[in-house]
């Protein structure tokens, strides 16, 4: 398989912004683009704060078979911490299909997410000295406040169509190789003024 590109999400976010004039949701999607990358290289604290995130997140979590809610900023945290140290939090989004409003966002693409195989669910039968990409669909509805800030994430699974592929240590991204190509694409958010203006 070839190698993916791990900036491929933020190019097609950005062509997305592009589209866009109404400074709340300009706000909400650059949101979510600095939560994108702060998630999969690994820097949870920079998504729960005050400018990114409600103090109180509620997260509707739907996949492997499971349904799960977490309440507060300690259950969602404790998930962030749960997927680093599975060594999974680099992923790769393809094919990302976006659309928001004022309440907040919805999206569908294909997630491939990195992991070795000691990390793989044990019903997916996965050889643990390889390595591998868990490829699904995944459904997201994100709402967010009137201050742009995310109150929380629902995430559904089509699973009927995820694989895992096993890859070469050469198609592998790294969580190093994820920073550095990564962060310098960070940028700040931007600031509504009281009239909701940029």
Same mark, same amino acid.
């Given at each position: 398989?070839?190698?993916?590109?791990?900036?491929?999400?933020?190019?097609?976010?950005?062509?997305?912004?592009?589209?866009?004039?109404?400074?709340?949701?300009?706000?909400?999607?650059?949101?979510?683009?600095?939560?994108?990358?702060?998630?999969?290289?690994?820097?949870?604290?920079?998504?729960?704060?005050?400018?990114?995130?409600?103090?109180?997140?509620?997260?509707?979590?739907?996949?492997?078979?499971?349904?799960?809610?977490?309440?507060?900023?300690?259950?969602?945290?404790?998930?962030?911490?749960?997927?680093?140290?599975?060594? =999974?939090?680099?992923?790769?989004?393809?094919?990302?299909?976006?659309?928001?409003?004022?309440?907040?966002?919805? =999206?569908?693409?294909?997630?491939?997410?990195?992991?070795?195989?000691?990390?793989?669910?044990?019903?997916?039968?996965?050889?643990?000295?390889?390595?591998?990409?868990?490829?699904?669909?995944?459904?997201?509805?994100?709402?967010?406040?009137?201050?742009?800030?995310?109150?929380?994430?629902?995430?559904?699974?089509?699973?009927?169509?995820?694989?895992?592929?096993?890859?070469?240590?050469?198609?592998?991204?790294?969580?190093?190789?994820?920073?550095?190509?990564?962060?310098?694409?960070?940028?700040?958010?931007?600031?509504?003024?009281?009239?909701?203006?940029?």
């Amino acid at each position: 398989m070839t190698k993916l590109d791990i900036t491929t999400q933020v190019r097609g976010i950005d062509a997305f912004l592009a589209t866009l004039d109404n400074p709340l949701h300009r706000l909400i999607i650059e949101n979510y683009r600095r939560h994108a990358i702060f998630e999969i290289t690994g820097y949870k604290e920079q998504i729960f704060t005050p400018d990114m995130t409600v103090e109180h997140p509620v997260y509707y979590l739907n996949s492997g078979g499971f349904s799960v809610t977490l309440n507060g900023i300690d259950e969602v945290t404790g998930f962030y911490s749960s997927l680093e140290e599975r060594q =999974s939090t680099v992923m790769v989004v393809e094919d990302e299909k976006l659309a928001v409003a004022d309440w907040g966002f919805a =999206s569908e693409a294909v997630f491939n997410s990195y992991m070795p195989g000691t990390q793989v669910a044990p019903e997916l039968d996965a050889d643990p000295d390889k390595l591998y990409i868990h490829r699904q669909v995944l459904a997201m509805i994100w709402p967010y406040d009137e201050r742009g800030r995310m109150i929380g994430e629902h995430v559904f699974e089509h699973r009927d169509g995820a694989e895992l592929i096993e890859i070469s240590p050469g198609d592998y991204i790294t969580l190093e190789e994820a920073r550095e190509k990564l962060l310098p694409l960070q940028r700040p958010l931007p600031v509504l003024d009281a009239s909701g203006r940029r």
